[in-house]
């Protein structure tokens, strides 16, 4: 197992590694705003004033108006009663991918691996409860007279584009991800989840036990690798491994997602693992 250092815990209030701020430099309105525009996602893609106050948690006129500033300004569409996301938004997002150092880095090494392997590579980050996908690869499946369909570890899981975001309690990079941090502070992550209403159970085999999470987690730390079956998605299953910078610092996860009919558990530990150490070690220079 490599010894390695740990992200800064978090910040006194805001979001996990947030950059402490003065109250005095703090603009409320910001913030509410932003807290409205992210009451939206795949569970609620369509809000009124009331939700949308019940989801940022803040009163129903201060959402009314927030929702209909930033209808103005273009980064919502509505009908007159609900309000849903535009295009616009795709600014934020899009501008991150094209200037960012992780994604640039990660990208060519995770065609490589594709090309390699005929399996799906990602680069994930963590926010808050979820983790993203900042990087995927860009390998392109072309039939040849022998192949009847195509890998079965190329096709994407439900929800696995860039940009998706996904629970970090129920998938390998998010496993990764939080045994990066100190215990006190994957204690106080869990602990804050159980009583927000625990969680989220999303197939048969989920862990929704927060005592086994850090049961998982503590293995994770051990073995420096995280594989999760079947967990967020059915008949899915993945590898993930820390991506650090020179400072020893976990600042993604790398993984593989394929299917157990195509890869056990056992095969993905054994084939795929060294690979995923490899390309993490080599990248390490570049993050």
Known sequence: MVAA???????????PGA???ARADKI????KGMAVLEAFDTQRQRLNATLAAERAGITR?????????????????????YFWLAAKVLRFSGSYLATARLPRAVQPTLNRLALQTRESFSAVVLDGNEVVIVARS????????????????????YGLHLGARLPSHATSTGRVL????????????LQNRVDSGGLPRLTVHTVTDPHKLRELVDQVRRDDCCVSSEEHELSV??????????????????????SPQRLTAHALRQDLLPLLLDAARELRPLL
């Open 5 to 15: 250092k740990t992200l800064s815990p978090p910040a006194a209030s805001g979001e």
């Open 19 to 21: 950059i402490p701020i």
């Open 28 to 31: 409320e309105g910001m913030a």
């Open 61 to 81: 006129a201060a959402a009314r108006r927030h929702l209909l500033t930033l209808a103005h300004l273009g980064y919502l569409e509505t009908d007159g009663s």
């Open 138 to 157: 860009g390998f392109e499946w072309k039939r040849t007279p022998d192949d009847k369909a195509p890998p079965a570890g190329m096709l994407l899981a």
């Open 178 to 189: 939080l045994a990066a941090w100190p215990g006190p502070q994957f204690d106080a992550w």
């Open 237 to 258: 299953h993945a590898l993930a491994v820390p991506l650090r910078d020179m400072q020893g610092r976990t600042v993604a996860a790398l993984n593989v997602v394929t």
